[in-house]
């Protein structure tokens, strides 16, 4: 099957194209060359179907004749599919402050966790206030201490943008290498 890349703003079709003469494919793929538009709009009739410019920008421009309706429809099916096995990576945020309790630590670990597990990446902020924001030290203890608890990647370390401190953490991937399953099927393939 063909596949035809067409963006929709630059689409024309049937008295939409207002050019003099077009390199005209068929319905079936077979080339008929260049062509007068008013007579190739006439086979497209003749066959009801729609005169379609699939490339707009070469000269002369190239159109088929194909069933517009039928062409958008599997066109936004395939769009559909595509989105469809696309993936969202949702960016979750955990805020703390440099004083939190070793309880109230646990709690954010938790919800890291939670969040890890969905799939989502995390964003850690530790928010200063006043002159909390010249102890730095402190803040990069928790986070180490955040990593250390879970089993995920820093994927942007600790850094200090203006009154908050940043790290940015991501799950870890599980990959399955061949040599982990190589188990033998025979005692041949031992041997």
Do not use: W
């Not at 080339?31 to 008013?38: D, H, K, P, S």
């Not at 769009?79 to 630590?105: A, C, F, S, Y």
């Not at 850690?124 to 006043?130: C, K, L, N, P």
């Amino acid at each position: 099957m063909e596949v035809l890349i067409i963006s929709k703003d630059t689409l024309r079709i049937n008295e939409e194209i207002h050019v003099r003469e077009v390199r005209l494919t068929g319905a079936n793929g077979e080339q008929f060359g260049i062509v007068q538009t008013r007579d190739a709009l006439k086979m497209a009739e003749e066959a009801h179907l729609d005169l379609v410019e699939v490339a707009p920008h070469a000269r002369p421009p190239v159109c088929k004749i194909m069933n517009y309706g039928k062409f958008r429809y599997e066109q936004q099916k395939r769009d559909k599919e595509t989105r469809k096995k696309q993936k969202t990576i949702v960016m979750k945020e955990v805020k703390l402050r440099p004083g939190i309790e070793e309880h109230d630590l646990g709690v954010k670990v938790k919800a890291i966790s939670k969040f890890l597990a969905e799939g989502s990446k995390v964003k850690v902020t530790i928010m200063f206030r006043g002159r909390e924001v010249s102890h730095p030290e402190i803040a990069q203890s928790i986070l180490n201490s955040i990593v250390e608890k879970i089993d995920c990647v820093v994927e942007r370390p600790p850094k200090i943008e203006g009154k908050n401190m940043l790290m940015i953490v991501t799950g870890k991937k599980v990959k399955a290498n061949a040599k982990d399953q190589d188990t033998p099927r025979s005692s041949q393939e031992v041997q």
